[in-house]
C-alpha cells in the first residue's frame, strides 16, 4: 500500500494545496452543495436483490465549512450567540473527542462501509471511529443515552439509505467552520451511490434551539484507490498541541466572528495546516 502517497494526498486536501492532476485529489475536492448531482455515469454496483450497493472503501477528504452555499444560516438568538462564541472555545477534536454526526463525515481520512441485508456498517479511519445502522424496522431506543455519535436507525428508500440520528450529545461541532449545535440536534442523513466511483451524501440539520429552521447540504464522495484500506488512527498518541498545551480557540478552517451570522475571512496563511492551531 502507497502509504506515504496517501499521507501526501490527505494532508494536501486538509489545508486545500492542489498537488497535480490525482484524479483521487480532483475527485476529493468536490465542492459542498445543496441537491445530488448526477453521476460519472458508469452503472451503479447492486447487491443480490437488487438494490444499490454502498460497500466499498471510500475517499471522504475534507469539508471544512458545510454551510457554506447557505449562508447565512438561520439562527435563533441562542444559536447566533453560540456561532460568534467559537472565538473563545478550543474545537472538540483538538482534545480527541468524537467528531459526532453529521461532521464524522466531513473529516478526512478513508472509510470503509459494509452493506448487509439488515444492517450498514461505516468504518471510520477518523478517531477510530464506528457506526452501526441497523435497517431491520426497529426504532430508536428508548433507553439509549445521549452520545456524541448519538442513536441512529436506518431504513430504504428505493436506493437511498436515510439515516436518522437523535440523542447527540451539544459537546461537538457540526464541522471545523464551528458550526456549532444544540442538545436537541436531529440529523438526517441520505447516501446514494450514483456511479461506480460515487456517493452522494447529504445530511439535514434540525436544531430548533439553534436555527430556526432546518438546513441541508451535501457533497460527492468518491471511490478511494484500489490499494487503500482503513489505518489506524490515534488521536492521543504523540499529540503535543493537546499535552503541551498548544491549542488555541477558534474555528479549525480559521475564521473568525465579529458578532455577525457570517464568519469573517480566515486568520492564518493560507495554506498553513488546521492541524498545527
Known amino acids: 500500500m502507497a502509504i506515504k502517497t496517501r499521507w501526501f494526498i490527505v494532508a494536501a486536501l486538509a489545508v486545500g494545496v492542489v498537488v497535480g492532476p490525482s484524479k483521487a485529489v480532483a475527485q476529493a475536492r468536490n465542492p459542498v452543495l445543496t441537491a445530488k448531482p448526477p453521476g460519472d455515469g458508469t452503472p451503479i454496483p447492486r447487491t443480490a436483490d437488487g438494490r444499490a450497493d454502498l460497500s466499498g472503501f471510500w ?32 474545537d472538540p477534536t483538538g482534545t480527541c473527542l468524537f467528531p459526532g454526526i453529521p461532521r464524522v463525515n466531513s473529516s478526512p481520512y478513508p472509510m470503509e462501509i459494509i452493506q448487509l441485508s439488515d444492517r450498514v456498517v461505516f468504518l471510520y479511519e477518523y478517531m477510530h471511529n464506528f457506526r452501526v445502522v441497523w435497517t ?42 464551528g458550526n456549532r449545535h444544540s442538545d436537541e440536534l436531529h440529523v438526517i442523513e441520505r447516501w446514494r451511490r450514483i456511479s461506480a466511483n460515487e456517493v452522494w451524501y447529504e445530511a439535514t440539520i434540525h436544531d430548533p434551539k439553534f436555527y430556526t429552521e432546518s438546513w441541508t447540504t451535501g457533497w460527492v464522495m468518491p471511490l478511494a484507490p484500489d490499494d487503500w484500506e482503513v489505518m489506524e488512527y490515534a488521536c492521543t498518541d504523540n499529540n503535543k498541541d493537546m499535552e503541551e498545551g498548544h491549542l488555541e ?14 464568519a469573517t475571512p480566515r486568520t492564518y496563511p493560507a495554506g498553513a495546516s488546521d492541524r498545527t492551531r
Not at 471522504?60 to 473563545?88: C, I, M, Q
Not at 480557540?249 to 457570517?262: H, I, K
Request: charged fraction near 20%; glycine fraction near 12%.
Open 59 to 90: 475517499n471522504k477528504a475534507s469539508h471544512p465549512n458545510t454551510s457554506a452555499p447557505v449562508e447565512p444560516l438561520p439562527f435563533t438568538e441562542d444559536g447566533l450567540r453560540a456561532f460568534n462564541n467559537v472565538a473563545n472555545l478550543i
Open 136 to 177: 431491520d424496522g426497529r426504532e430508536h431506543r428508548p433507553t439509549w443515552p445521549t452520545t456524541l455519535m448519538g442513536d441512529p436507525v436506518g431504513r430504504w428508500e428505493g436506493d437511498t439509505l436515510v439515516i436518522d440520528t437523535v440523542n447527540l450529545s451539544g459537546k461537538t461541532w457540526l464541522d471545523s467552520h
Open 249 to 262: 480557540p477558534g474555528a479549525l478552517d480559521g475564521s473568525g466572528r465579529d458578532g455577525t451570522a457570517l
